[in-house]
């Protein structure tokens, strides 16, 4: 029954059992096949009707193209219908060393024909032939490479170090609403940092978010002052792009979705000759913290005044926050300062000449008072976030006619005097932030020294050895960093937890100082009440926040005479030397080694208290 079975299925029940080949090559993906030895004759049927090549039969009946897909584009069907008859009747070994030999003839093949195409590039243009073809693929890899990285990336992408612009970082800072977003999204789409694509998806987010109202009221403040012109030819530039200019500073849903900016936002641009990154710092009392995260990172402040009426002493006034983001810029270690007097196109203001020197007239001796030189320290224009006047080209005769002044990109560009860099101190890496992605991976500043990629390093105060296995500078990768760049460092060797902001990477052989307990200068700027040993409040000093006590209150200091007077406390408007000590160790220098990181700001109750400087690491 079972031989029935097996004829009325077309099977032959005469065959014999499958026994393995135990001498057959292995198979490997990927390589050519090898002809298999003959496998031994059946009983039935006879030997003269076995196929000892079925699989390489099953290759010949297939189509040329896929004869030549499968094998070889050199090989022609019918010579390998010929090797074939050739292979017949040979032994195992000897199908080997024919596949082999075959194998290598096609190799040689192609080797003439790559010699043959030399010679001809030699008979048709000989050397410059190969250069010019060399030169083109060189060229194309490169577009492709560039072509692959964001827009707003290409033009970093290319710079190499013969070519390096100076490197600026600059923070904006201003009361909430001045406009410091809009105005740093201007600038980007000014120099070609920000692309259309970009900007329609900013359009859609803003419009889901019901952001887009904004646009109303620009519109509405346009027909006030336009005379004639018709609203939509003003804006047939700049509606594709006006809403979201802030929007696109805004790091985060949170951001977009109040409308204000919360963290400090990072973006860059290029001028041509410096590089710019841009820290867009929040306005808002509440995000004093985080302005100040960035301010330790910034190497020029632009201070973002408000010229609408009420607006500027709203934020000028106490409990504004024009005044304390001055004093805190200065307090990290910002030397220039650059005030823009945003929207003089208000219909408030209708670029009134006499608004904007009655805020120069009262802004300039406050900023004298924080440690400003009015003539070499601070610069003066008059702009609208708006429109971008004064931005990177002037307005029409009938908008600001009197200001005679460089504009924005220009006095940055050209006339802002050179920042200081020390590219031969020991590495020390300032870590603003860290997450992990794949790795850890850290946000700082260079602040002194040269990091390249597989260095080894040392991050404090924990002392971790880490190396650095990828480093990116304004989010282009690269294979070295410098003093004054913002960064970012993919470390191998520790944890994103193990690391907090306020850490810094440093050399192995020169490691800075840390401590609980050190000596101060102090400066008290706005306290009600006396402070005396117990008083405790935050301190700030680089990227790091603390909790610190006054252990005592050394002397006090005339500010006239310098002369130190011994005492138990101190009150506002006054100069001492304190001892404090902080709950946890952290990092920090004496000012007088590197003002970096030995400069800080005491803050209380929301509000900041005192500024100072570290005198002496005691323990």
């Excluded at 040979?90 to 192609?110: N, P």
């Excluded at 707003?152 to 290319?158: D, E, G, L, S, T």
């Excluded at 006034?317 to 300062?337: F, I, S, W």
Aim: glycine residues 8%.
């Amino acid at each position: 029954m079972a031989d029935e079975e097996r004829s009325r299925r077309g099977l032959n029940p005469n065959a014999q059992a499958f026994v393995p080949n135990p001498e057959a090559r292995p198979f490997i993906p990927g390589q050519p096949y090898i002809f298999a030895a003959p496998q031994p004759a059946f009983s039935h049927p006879p030997p003269a009707t076995a196929q000892p090549f079925p699989m390489y039969q099953q290759y010949v009946h297939m189509a040329p193209s896929a004869v030549a897909a499968a094998w070889d584009d050199d090989v022609e069907e019918d010579e390998s219908v010929e090797q074939n008859e050739a292979l017949r009747g040979l032994s195992q070994g000897d199908v080997e060393h024919a596949a082999i030999k075959e194998e290598a003839k096609i190799m040689d093949l192609k080797s003439s024909e790559v010699a043959a195409m030399n010679v001809t590039a030699k008979g048709v243009g000989g050397e410059k032939f190969k250069n010019t073809a060399s030169k083109l693929e060189a060229e194309e890899e490169e577009r492709v490479a560039v072509a692959t990285l964001p827009a707003k990336f290409k033009q970093a992408a290319v710079i190499d170090d013969s070519s390096r612009k100076e490197h600026v970082n600059m923070v904006f800072i201003g009361h909430v609403d001045a406009g410091k977003s809009t105005i740093g999204g201007h600038l980007m789409y000014l120099t070609g940092m920000v692309d259309k694509r970009t900007l329609e998806k900013y359009e859609r987010e803003a419009k889901d978010k019901g952001r887009e109202s904004w646009l109303f009221a620009l519109f509405i403040d346009c027909c006030e002052y336009s005379s004639g012109i018709s609203a939509f030819e003003l804006f047939s530039k700049i509606l594709s792009f006006l809403r979201y200019l802030s929007w696109a500073l805004d790091t985060n849903d949170e951001e977009r979705e109040k409308g204000k900016t919360v963290e400090c936002g990072r973006a860059f641009f290029e001028t041509e000759k410096k590089h710019f990154t841009i820290l867009d710092a929040p306005g808002h009392k509440s995000f004093v913290p985080n302005m100040i995260s960035g301010a330790t990172q910034a190497d020029l402040a632009v201070l973002v005044i408000s010229a609408r009426k009420g607006e500027f002493e709203t934020g000028f006034d106490r409990g504004g926050q024009t005044r304390e983001h001055a004093m805190l810029v200065k307090t990290a270690g910002v030397k220039y300062l650059v005030v823009l007097v945003n929207k003089m196109d208000d219909p408030t203001v209708c670029w009134d000449q006499g608004r904007y020197k009655e805020i120069q007239s009262k802004l300039t001796p406050y900023l004298r008072k924080c440690g400003f030189s009015p003539k070499t320290d601070i610069t003066y224009i008059p702009v609208s976030g708006l429109t971008g006047a004064f931005l990177k080209e002037r307005p029409g005769a009938e908008f600001g006619s009197w200001y005679t002044g460089p504009c924005f990109i220009e006095y940055i560009d050209t006339m802002l005097p050179s920042i200081s860099r020390d590219y031969e101190g020991p590495v020390r890496v300032i870590i603003a932030d860290k997450y992990s992605d794949m790795g850890t991976i850290i946000i700082g500043k260079v602040q002194s020294g040269i990091v390249v990629k597989g260095q080894t390093l040392t991050v404090m105060p924990n002392r971790s050895s880490v190396q650095v296995i990828q480093l990116w500078s304004d989010d282009v990768e690269t294979d070295k960093i410098v003093s004054g760049d913002n960064v970012k460092l993919k470390l191998k060797g520790i944890e994103d937890a193990d690391i907090l902001p306020g850490f810094v990477l440093c050399s192995p052989d020169a490691l800075c100082h840390v401590g609980r307990v050190f000596d101060a200068e102090v400066v008290i700027l706005d306290h009600k009440s006396i402070i005396a040993s117990g008083y405790s409040c935050v301190l700030h000093i680089q990227s790091a926040t603390e909790e610190v006590v006054v252990r005592t209150v050394i002397c006090t200091i005339d500010k006239k005479t310098g002369n130190k007077v011994r005492a138990r406390f101190v009150k506002q408007d006054e100069k001492c030397i304190m001892r404090l000590e902080s709950s946890e160790t952290f990092c920090l220098e004496a000012f007088k080694d590197f003002p970096q990181m030995g400069r800080f700001t005491l803050r209380d109750e929301g509000k900041t208290i005192a500024i100072g400087k570290v005198l002496k690491v005691v323990e």
